[in-house]
Each structure stands twice: as structure tokens, then as C-alpha cells.
């Protein structure tokens, strides 16, 4: 099932861009490393583990030589496990990590372009001049903020999950069994993990961004305690991305209650929005030609008084039509007393509920209409069938006549 | 054996100091468990704190993007974690094994014959009844 994206069309070009840059490329990069450092220790330990099982196996028998080379070999297994999941997962992160390198280098471009276009302030007669290559650019920059984000969460989701290793439990160790030490001591529990301090808040242009992808409301810019443990007052969360998470011990965790399955719970709405001019400078033209609105068409209501430009959405590189745009129930309007519509050659045909009349066709009135016109039951044997009782049109020549003619097997005799 | 193809970063975390690197060829159950608990203390453990100290560093650092974004990087990180804590199991796992070996070497290791050895003195390795017989 595919996640449902940000609404990243909300987004201007500088938005898209900040929020772009925010994406900490080197430490995704640093991600990537450390999953080829956990195949190669791993790798290598199971590497080590398999050379002392070969010796031991050649000098050792008995049962009690079989229970520790089972154990060995349970964790020979064991990390070879791991190995394979690390290595998988490596190439996870390298696709997420190569897609942010690569979107922000397709954005620096578009910026490159924008900049040529006007910039971020343009003049008047700019943004009017350059207003279809502006909301060109806007659109451009929002598919590749688009599709990055659809592949990290691919990326994401193909992950294989992490191979645990249970440890008998030894009770003539009361403190606990060995432990990886630091540095040479053998005090310290496994390697020691740094508490995350408090989130630096995002620069106000990354905020901004954030704010209008989350309805509105820029995330609180309430330092996290790190002792504290996850909060479960969902009620109690400010709306917006940064609220989302908290800081445990532990690391990084979803506030409880406040992700999953989470809708927008309102239309979204722009805090700051001028008639005629989107934000960032681009400009919507006075004569309604590029990026005119189409009052109506897709999500809801318009959105602080801008509409929504009428843009072709993308799904995994495909065009797709905007949400309640083509595809949907009948509008409203139209369901009432028919409607005229022009072909491209000039003529008319109208579109009616009944759709008894001669030259009227009737339009599906459900969300499905048109899948459910075409699942009617044909298979290979009756495509031409027709109703019964039905005179046929069409009527079959009459049935040749052959003559042999005379001395063919002695009629004629 | 010299472990000489071990990754170069490998090698860096843990340079042998003055030694040729660890090998296999022990003679005894002893010199094995000596060896692993050395492989382990040098080796394993110095590498990964140096995983343990990226982890670390990328953690704890926040994700300004979309929320499917931040969910999903989320969603690496977090799996990036349980595998270095799998590491960490692993090395328990390791230590155990070590310390069993030398426990057994110490008991009959003046005979020489560590077929003597009952299964009691290697109970400790068992795994837990949930992960079923041993195999």
C-alpha cells in the first residue's frame, strides 16, 4: 500500500528548496557506512567463529563437544544472518542516500533557473513575465521533493529487520552475562549510547516549510528532555512535525499516538497568502492561462484564499489526476440537470442522469463508475453476443452451391 | 592464521599492537578461549564502539522533511540500532563461549582429553527452552 505523501504542491520553491537542504545528506551517508561496518564485523566475527569450530571439531568429540559446537554453530548461523540483513540493508540506505544527493542537485539546478526568473523577490513585471516559467519551476522542484520522498519510504519499507541474538540465560553469573567492555574494561554494559540532547530547532525557512506541510502551524519550538520517558498526552501535541517526536533515552521515538494513522485533520491553510501571488514570488496570471485556478477542481476547499493550481500530480513517475479532479463522484452541479460538453472538433454532446435520450450518455455515478462499465461479464466466446429476442441486423449470405461436374466417381454413368 | 584480508577500517579501530594479528592455530581448548576472549576484547569490541559512536552521532540528529520522510529515516535508524544492538548480543554470545571453553580447559586440561568433559560443564550454552532443541 503506498503512503500517502506530504502535500509537498503546497510548497514554493524556496520552501522546497530549505526543506531540501535540511535533509543531513552526510550523516544518511554515515548511516550507509555504519550498515557496511555491521556486515564486515559481523562478517568477519562469523569468519572468526568458523575457523575455531573447524579446529575445535578435529581434536573435540563427545556430548558435551557437540553442545558447544552447536552453540557455535547457532551463532556462526546467527551472524551470518545478520550479515545478509546488514548488506540489504546497506543497499536500503544507499538508495535513500543517493535520491537526497540527487534531488539536491536537481533542485540546485532549478534554483539556478529560478534565480534567472526572478529569484525569490522578484519585481512586478518579473513575476508577471515570468510567471509560467516560474510556476513551471515551482512544479518541477515539488515532483522532485515528491518522488525523493516516495523513495525513501520504499527504501524504508523493503528493510529487513534486524537479527536478534538470545543469549542463554547463565545464573551462576548473578552480575549479568559478559559484556562487551570499553576500552578494555570489562565494566561497561555493550557499547555505551549517547542520550540525544535537545533537537536544534530548524532554520525559519525549514520551519516554514514544515509548518505549511503540517496544516498550518509551525512545530513548537519546545526543547525535549532527554530523561524523560515517551509522553503518551497526544492531546496535549502541538501540531506539526516537530511534535511528533520526542527524545527518550533510548533515542528518538514517535510520540505515542500522534503518527500513526495520521490525517491531516484539517483542510490545510496557508497563514500568509496574497490574491494573485503564491508564496515565494510566483505569481498566478491575470489572465487565467498558467496556473490559473480552477475553482472546485481537487482537494476541498481552496487553501487561504489561493487556489489550488490545477498541476499534474505524480505517482512513482506516473501522471496522475488530482483527487476528486477526473476520477471521483459526479460534481454536484452536473448531477442536476445535465451538462454540455465540447469535443475538440467543435461539437457538442450533453451529459444527463437518465441518459435515456438519443445521443446522451450516462454518466457513472459512482466513485468506480468507470471500472464497473468495463467489468461487464464478456469472455472469449460471446464478444458479439447480444440479448436474446434481438432481431439480428446483419444475415448470412446464402450457402454456396458446388457442381462437381460430370466423371467424378461415376455419377454421371 | 593472520586475519590479513579484515576490512581496512577494521584493521584501524584495532591495530595489533605488536602483534601479527590472532591466529587460529591454537593448541588447546585453553589457548581457544584465550583467543577468543582476546579476538573479542581487541577486535570486536574496539569496532564496534566505532559503530556505536556513528549510531551515535546520526541518532540523536532530527530530520527536518515531510513526515513520511522523517518517519521513514526514522524507521532506518531505528533498524540500524537493533542491528548494532544484535552485534552487541552476538559479543555476549562470544564472551560466553570463551569462558565455557576455559572452564572446560581448566577442569581436564592436564589430561589433555576434553572427551572427558560432560555435558554439565557446558550446560551454560545451551539456549533457552523457547528456542527450542539444540541442533
Known amino acids: 500500500m503506498a503512503t500517502p505523501l506530504s502535500l509537498y504542491w503546497l510548497l514554493s520553491l524556496p520552501q522546497v528548496r530549505a526543506l531540501a537542504n535540511a535533509e543531513d545528506l552526510a550523516a544518511l551517508q554515515d548511516e550507509v557506512v555504519a550498515w557496511r561496518q555491521v556486515y564486515e564485523l559481523a562478517d568477519g566475527h562469523r569468519d572468526t567463529l568458523m575457523r575455531y569450530r573447524n579446529f575445535l571439531v578435529l581434536d573435540w568429540k563427545g556430548k558435551a563437544a557437540g553442545v558447544f559446537l552447536a552453540e557455535m554453530d547457532r551463532q556462526i548461523d546467527s551472524l551470518k544472518d545478520a550479515a545478509e540483513v546488514a548488506l540489504a540493508n546497506e543497499r536500503q540506505a544507499s538508495v535513500a542516500a543517493y535520491s537526497l544527493q540527487d534531488t539536491q542537485e536537481r533542485l540546485a539546478g532549478l534554483d539556478r533557473q529560478w534565480q534567472a526568473a526572478g529569484g525569490d523577490n522578484p519585481s512586478p513585471a518579473t513575476a508577471v513575465a515570468a510567471g509560467p516559467q516560474r510556476d513551471q519551476i515551482t512544479r518541477l522542484a515539488q515532483q522532485a521533493l515528491e518522488t525523493h520522498a516516495q523513495t525513501v519510504v520504499d527504501a524504508s519499507e523493503k528493510l529487513l529487520p534486524a537479527v536478534r541474538y538470545q543469549v542463554p540465560k547463565d545464573d551462576r553469573w548473578a552480575d549479568g552475562p559478559p559484556v562487551v567492555p570499553r576500552g578494555g574494561s570489562n565494566t561497561g554494559p555493550g557499547w555505551p549510547s549517547r542520550l540525544p540532547g535537545v533537537a536544534p530547532n530548524p532554520p525559519a525557512e525549514v520551519a516554514e516549510a514544515l509548518a505549511v506541510l503540517a496544516g498550518g502551524v509551525a512545530p513548537a519550538p519546545t526543547p525535549v528532555d532527554a530523561t524523560l520517558p515517551i509522553t503518551s498526552d497526544p492531546g496535549a501535541a502541538p501540531r506539526g512535525l516537530g511534535a511528533w517526536f520526542v527524545d527518550t533515552p533510548a533515542g528518538r521515538a514517535l510520540r505515542y499516538g500522534a503518527v500513526i494513522g495520521l490525517p491531516l485533520p484539517e483542510p490545510p491553510t496557508r497563514p500568509t497568502a496574497v490574491p494573485g501571488q503564491r508564496p515565494g514570488g510566483a505569481t498566478v496570471d491575470p489572465r487565467g492561462v498558467a496556473g490559473s485556478p480552477l475553482p472546485g477542481a ?27 479532479g477526473l476520477v471521483g463522484p459526479r460534481p454536484a452541479a452536473a448531477a442536476g440537470g445535465g451538462e454540455v460538453h465540447t469535443t475538440a472538433n467543435g461539437s457538442t454532446f450533453t451529459v444527463s442522469n437518465n441518459g435515456n435520450a438519443a445521443g446522451v450518455t450516462k454518466w457513472p455515478t459512482t466513485p468506480v463508475g468507470w471500472g464497473k462499465k468495463l467489468q461487464r461479464k464478456r469472455g472469449p466466446d460471446d464478444l458479439w453476443s447480444v440479448a436474446e429476442g434481438v ?15 460430370p466423371g467424378v466417381f461415376g455419377i454421371d454413368r | 592464521m593472520t586475519d590479513e584480508l579484515a576490512p581496512h577500517w577494521l584493521q584501524v579501530a584495532h591495530p595489533p599492537a605488536g ?19 582476546a579476538d573479542l576484547d581487541r577486535h570486536y569490541a574496539g569496532a564496534g564502539q566505532v559503530i556505536q559512536d556513528k549510531v551515535n552521532q546520526v541518532v540523536g540528529a532530527p530530520v527536518h522533511a515531510g513526515w513520511e520522510v522523517s518517519l521513514a529515516r526514522l524507521r532506518l535508524r531505528t533498524q540500524l540500532a537493533e542491528c548494532v544492538a544484535g552485534l552487541t548480543e552476538h559479543a555476549q554470545a562470544g564472551y560466553r563461549l570463551a569462558r565455557v571453553a576455559a572452564e572446560v580447559s581448566a577442569r581436564y586440561g592436564d589430561t589433555d582429553v576434553y572427551a572427558a568433559a560432560r555435558v554439565t560443564d557446558v550446560a551454560s550454552l545451551r539456549p533457552p527452552v523457547t528456542n527450542g532443541p539444540v541442533q
Not at chain 1, 432481431?391 to 461436374?405: K, L, Q, S, T
Not at chain 2, 602483534?19 to 576472549?37: I, Q, W, Y
Open chain 1, 298 to 324: 481537487g482537494f476541498g476547499a481552496p487553501i487561504g484564499g489561493v487556489p489550488r493550481p490545477q498541476q499534474p500530480q505524480t505517482y512513482k513517475g506516473m501522471r496522475v489526476a488530482p483527487p476528486g
Open chain 1, 391 to 405: 432481431p439480428p441486423v446483419i444475415y448470412p449470405p446464402p450457402e454456396p452451391y458446388h457442381d462437381p461436374g
Open chain 2, 19 to 37: 602483534e601479527p594479528g590472532f591466529t587460529v592455530h591454537a593448541p588447546s581448548l585453553k589457548e581457544v578461549a584465550d583467543g577468543l576472549r
